[in-house]
């Protein structure tokens, strides 16, 4: 076979090998895709291809293989600049951002995020996205301070673009970063502008996470009684939730905050030969799940003197599904055990009633 006959048969292989290859990793077959991608990788000209490196990123991210996927999306965004192509640069070094984040790197996810402000400048929704994300990076990095001024533009551009929901999550945010940096007045007013948000868009889930946070706000500025209200519009939220959103919830402290990222809702996608604009949804650093550990305040709600007669035991407190809405108060103490701390505690919650929510509150 003539040499020229060879050498255009194998770069229709490797074409063929490329397309065959996106087509898979779009088609949700990732691995297969990324086998594909890997034949088309003969030498050293490849590494200097932006689309090969932007599908194999894609590819890489779906298996979860974060660490290898922010490498490939990085490497194609220089390729593309290099190349005299800068226009999706800002969705690129969004993704190894969100990559970053996925593994935990959050200092290099800030890095990535900050090159990506400048090329979404001019386009307002991935703006929003991107300093979305920076907000939560920050956050969840413990460097609040800097986080402030990205959680304020985001919600601006979210709420300039009717979304409800993503704006909402920035005000969340917002308070988190100012409840840590000690402004509990920031704090308590953002969380009530998300929690606004939430009920608009109806994610009970997250009504039940701000309410809880809000409630703490107010403990901490000695509002008793806003703080005792917020808890029982949490438990009505909660009633709400789908038995799908209440298997996730996570039994956490809550004196301890700790700041996870959410993962995209979908991955990106890539048609075969080219590189569009990269759909990430935003992540960010939402209020920890609903703790299962209440404050004290809900003692408030039964009488301090019950309390200070027991002085040495551990109060449990559960509310019925069915009773949730005829409030709480004094004059149902039926709703209140004690019990020792030792192993025999668990009799208590054995009467026959199943509860929506068991809490522990300890002196």
């Not at 087509?23 to 991608?37: M, N, S």
């Not at 932006?50 to 996927?69: I, K, M, R, S, V």
């Not at 080219?274 to 809900?298: D, I, K």
Request: net charge neutral.
């Amino acid at each position: 076979m003539p040499l020229c006959i060879q050498l255009q048969d194998s770069r229709v292989v490797r074409s063929c090998s490329f397309n065959l290859g996106a087509a898979y990793v779009e088609a949700g077959r990732p691995q297969r895709g990324l086998d594909l991608l890997r034949r088309n990788r003969p030498g050293p000209k490849a590494e200097r291809l932006p689309d090969l490196q932007f599908n194999t990123a894609l590819a890489h991210n779906a298996l979860g293989q974060y660490q290898e996927a922010a490498a490939h999306f990085l490497r194609a965004a220089q390729l593309y600049r290099s190349q005299g192509d800068g226009g999706s640069e800002g969705e690129l070094y969004l993704s190894v951002g969100v990559a970053y984040c996925r593994i935990r790197c959050f200092q290099e996810a800030v890095a990535s995020l900050r090159r990506a402000v400048e090329p979404a400048a001019r386009r307002p929704p991935l703006l929003a996205k991107v300093l979305h994300n920076l907000g939560a990076a920050l956050n969840a990095a413990g460097d609040f301070s800097s986080a402030l001024e990205w959680h304020r533009l985001a919600a601006q551009l979210y709420g300039s673009q009717g979304c409800r929901g993503d704006q909402a999550r920035c005000f969340s945010n917002l308070a988190i970063a100012s409840s840590h940096l000690g402004d509990d007045q920031e704090a308590a007013e953002s969380f009530i502008l998300a929690l606004q948000g939430f009920r608009d868009t109806g994610d009970r889930l997250a009504e039940v996470q701000v309410c809880e946070r809000l409630a703490e706000c107010y403990l901490r500025q000695e509002k008793l009684q806003k703080a005792v209200e917020l808890y029982k519009q949490a438990l009505s939220a909660l009633a709400h939730c789908k038995v799908a959103h209440l298997s996730h919830l996570e039994v956490k402290d809550t004196d301890t905050h700790t700041h996870t990222l959410q993962p995209p809702l979908q991955q990106p996608q890539a048609p075969p030969l080219q590189a569009p604009p990269l759909q990430a949804p935003p992540l960010q650093a939402p209020p920890p799940c609903c703790s299962l550990r209440v404050s004290p305040v809900l003692l408030l709600c039964f009488g301090s003197a019950a309390v200070d007669r027991y002085p040495d035991r551990t109060w449990f407190c559960w509310f019925c599904l069915e009773e949730q809405n005829s409030g709480l108060g004094p004059e149902e103490p039926n709703r209140l055990r004690t019990a020792e701390q030792h192993p025999d505690d668990a009799e208590f919650l054995s009467d026959g009633i199943q509860p929506l929510l068991v809490v522990l509150v300890t002196r």
